[in-house]
Every structure is written in C-alpha cells, then in structure tokens.
C-alpha cells in the first residue's frame, strides 16, 4: 500500500514438476479509495485508476519457448469548478466542469526457437488498443450545460514481427527482421465556435485503416 497505489501481486509455478511459470500484477488507485471515505486532500480532482498485467512463460519446450503476456487500465478524472479554490490558475478558465478518461489494453503470444546456441528466431504476435475521451463544459447551475469541448478517440493495433538473430563471434552479430502493423483508427473532436451554437470539427477519422510495414538487417 503506499499514495501511488494498493498493489496486490502474485507469481510462482503452476507446479512443481512443471517449468511454466505465471505473473500477475493487479493496482488500484489510492487516494480513490480515500475520496470513498470521504477523506479530502484539498485537490480540485482526485484520479481514479486501475490496472491489471500478467505474463505466463512456458519455456524449455521442443517447439521452443512461449509467453503469454497482457496488460490493461482505465482512468478517469473529474474536475469541477465548484471543487476549486479560487486562486487555482492550473486549468484556466472558471465556471468550467472538465472530464478526461483514458484505457488501454493488450494481449500477445511470443515465441522464441534456438537452432544452436548461436542462432535463434523469435516472433510476437499482439493486439493492442486505446480509448481516450475529454469533455469540458459550463458549471452553470442556473442556466443549461453548454459542451465547450469534446473528445471521444480510440486505436486498434494488431502487430506482427518476427526477428532473426546469428552471433558470428565474440565481437559480431547478424539480425534481420520484418514486421506488419494494421491500424484501425477512430479520431474525433469538436469545439464550440463563438457564436456559441455551431461546432467546428478539428479532427474526424472514422473507423479508418492504416498499414505499416517495416523491415531491417
């Protein structure tokens, strides 16, 4: 337990006549858990997060060596204009409720084969993704909310990559290597204009693709 977070981890083998072995790693923001007691520590936002990893090895195969590895989040913070002192500058403008969110997530499989103790090749497979969202708006309690700003964007990534790698002797090594990426990309914001009724879009891409290969020796 410490002000960064209340941490719980766990790891071992799954036998003890087995050689896989796991690890996890799970976290929980602190000074959320105080904001659920009511403990105040004068911030004008208290972050809200948690975060999940792990990683299974399987080594000493005849197929070689496997990892199973993932890791994922999500958080959030709220910052009301009634929550701060009025001489906090930090986000500018008063009279304005800001909300920032933000999560991620990834899984792979990686596999690593030695043909002799100087030669090996390895390859990972993986899939990964964000989501990221942001709103501020008027904290006018008299009148209707009015959206100043909103963000709502999000990324898929699915990556492949294999590596081969030759020690030619004490003092040389050979590698070569590809790799693919396919993106899957949704970005969108907006913004009110100043006639305070239309918005402008500073970025819209919706469920568009991208492709990157990559190669090197």
Not at 149 to 174: C, H, M, P, R
Request: glycine share 8%; hydrophobic share 35%.
């Amino acid at each position: 337990v410490s002000m960064n977070g209340l941490e719980l981890g766990v790891e071992g083998p799954f036998s003890k006549n087995a050689h896989a072995s796991y690890l996890a790693n799970y976290r929980y923001s602190t000074l959320a858990l105080f904001d659920l007691m009511d403990i105040n520590f004068g911030v004008s936002g208290v972050p809200q997060y948690q975060d999940l990893s792990f990683k299974v090895n399987v080594p000493g195969t005849k197929a070689g060596k496997f990892s199973l590895f993932g890791v994922g989040g999500i958080s959030y913070i709220e910052v009301k204009n009634e929550d701060r002192d009025a001489d906090d500058w930090t986000f500018g403008k008063d009279d304005l409720d800001f909300r920032f969110g933000s999560d991620m997530g990834a899984i792979g499989l990686s596999h690593l084969y030695f043909f002799n103790e100087n030669c090996r090749i390895k390859t990972v497979a993986a899939v990964s993704a964000t989501h990221s969202t942001a709103q501020v708006d008027s904290a006018f309690q008299d009148r209707p909310s009015k959206v100043y700003y909103g963000d709502e964007s999000s990324e898929v990534k699915y990556t492949l990559s294999t590596k081969y790698s030759q020690k030619i002797n004490a003092k040389n090594t050979f590698s070569a290597g590809i790799s693919g990426e396919i993106y899957k990309v949704h970005y969108e914001d907006s913004v009110l204009t100043q006639d305070n009724e239309t918005y402008r879009k500073l970025s819209e891409a919706n469920d568009e693709n991208m492709i990157l290969f990559q190669s090197f020796a």
